[in-house]
């Protein structure tokens, strides 16, 4: 892991630009998910709806309790029990971008498991948008070479690890209610 990369990945975060990076999942377009205006971004270079949220990502439980009003106690439970990287959908996001933030008050999120994005995260001290690194209802590209010249030529700085390597499978998605629902979203 190059601490010259993370370096280039904070200062374009800090100044509100978008990066291509790899992530525990696939390549991912991301942006500090604290700023509205670098969510937009992402928004309007994968030509996505603004209704469709984006997953988020944390370096840590800790962090993660800092953007969550309440963690249900399942969520650990499955956090720790889960033998690839899970997305939760939690309620009550708090201290976000409002435009990451779904209609019904929740939003997704992930602790991190790959070495990088956790110490760019923890580095960079916020949580860090992460959606595949592809144009609205175009495939998810199965390696780097596979992104389109589109999304490379739209974001500001692109990550120079992976990228020789080949696809990760995506996360898998759980939306768990304050209330104490459970609703598996992806496997």
Avoid: H
């Amino acid at each position: 892991m190059s601490k010259k990369e993370i370096d280039n990945a904070i200062a374009i975060l800090n100044e509100g630009g978008l990066i291509l990076y790899p992530t525990d999942t696939v390549w991912g377009i991301g942006c500090d998910a604290t700023n509205k205006e670098a969510v937009d971004q992402i928004f309007r270079l994968k030509k996505r709806s603004d209704k469709k949220t984006m997953i988020c990502l944390v370096s840590n439980q800790f962090m993660l309790e800092q953007y969550v009003k309440q963690v249900p106690e399942a969520a650990y439970d499955i956090m720790d029990i889960a033998e690839k990287p899970i997305t939760i959908i939690y309620d009550d996001p708090k201290g976000v971008a409002e435009n990451l933030i779904a209609d019904d008050n929740t939003l997704a999120i992930r602790v991190a498991s790959d070495k990088f994005c956790k110490r760019l995260i923890q580095k960079f001290k916020r949580p860090i948008v992460s959606t595949s690194a592809n144009i609205a209802g175009e495939p998810t590209p199965g390696n780097f070479s596979e992104i389109s010249n589109l999304i490379l030529k739209g974001v500001d700085y692109v990550v120079n690890l992976e990228k020789n390597s080949t696809i990760k499978s995506p996360s898998s998605i759980i939306k768990l209610g304050n209330n104490g629902t459970v609703k598996i979203i992806r496997k």
